[in-house]
């Protein structure tokens, strides 16, 4: 039995675009495709702002067909972006942290005071 069944999220790589859907690769030796209708609920104009090619994707699988290893698949339902970055990035504290902040904060307070009463004047 395949590893690939209806219903599961495996990772896949975007191989091809047509104006009908997008190729997707998940393995050696099956592949997929993605039918324009099942990209998203609303209306596709481009499907080039959903995918690249060679990026990697999340895709749901609708059906398994094992002779000819394809799968119909769909990113409709699915978060199907997989972060870039990687790992998070570590916060560096400056050399004077807040102290910018605490310093400026009582002229910004004047000044927010004075701009309330002159538009209460006028």
Not at 72 to 85: E, W
Not at 94 to 120: M, V
Request: glycine share 8%; net charge positive; aromatic share 10%.
């Amino acid at each position: 039995m395949t590893k690939y069944r209806k219903g599961r999220v495996v990772r896949g790589t975007v191989t091809g675009i047509e104006n009908y859907g997008i190729f997707v690769s998940l393995d050696e030796y099956y592949s997929g495709l993605i039918h324009i209708s099942e990209i998203s609920h609303g209306f596709v104009k481009d499907i080039d702002n959903f995918v690249k090619i060679g990026e990697t994707i999340y895709v749901e699988i609708l059906d398994v067909d094992e002779e000819s290893c394809h799968l119909k698949l769909s990113i409709k339902n699915i978060v199907y972006k997989i972060s870039t970055n990687g790992k998070k990035k570590k916060i560096i504290e400056t050399k004077h942290g807040f102290q910018t902040l605490a310093y400026k904060l009582p002229f910004w307070i004047t000044q927010s005071l004075e701009k309330l009463q002159n538009n209460q004047k006028n």
